[in-house]
């Protein structure tokens, strides 16, 4: 099993920053991706960034030039720098990891807790 930790979320006015962060615990062998999604209310949940075990990244239309996802090997952490909020932005953030608990075991996947982030116009 694997646990996600997420935090760092709050209320920010329009314009300001938040950075999320989201610790990954438990039987890991590797870990393939670490990412960050949201929902807003009446709204499914949706892709904001992702980082693979390789560096590579993929971001939300939405939030590119403005969000950067980076990650702490060491420490099996994902971070999601929001600057520019946005009222839009406002939602509950997921975290999200594809793992290998043990070599060769199959990829599955877990979910952090979510926290809130509500930006004001």
């Known amino acids: 099993q694997v646990q996600l930790v997420a935090s760092g979320g709050g209320l920010v006015p329009a314009g300001g920053s938040l950075r999320l962060s989201c610790a990954a615990t438990g039987t890991i062998f590797s870990i393939i991706t670490m990412g960050w999604y949201r929902q807003a209310p009446g709204k499914q949940r949706e892709l904001v960034a992702t980082i693979t075990s390789g560096g590579d990244t993929v971001y939300a239309d939405s939030v590119k030039g403005r969000f950067t996802i980076s990650r702490d090997y060491a420490k099996n952490t994902v971070y999601l720098q929001m600057n520019s909020l946005k009222p839009e932005d406002t939602a509950v953030y997921y975290c999200?990891?594809?793992?290998?608990?043990?070599?060769?075991?199959?990829?599955?996947?877990?979910w952090g807790q979510g926290t809130q982030v509500t930006v004001s116009s």
């Open positions: 999200n990891t594809a793992v290998r608990s043990r070599r060769l075991a199959p990829i599955e996947t877990y």
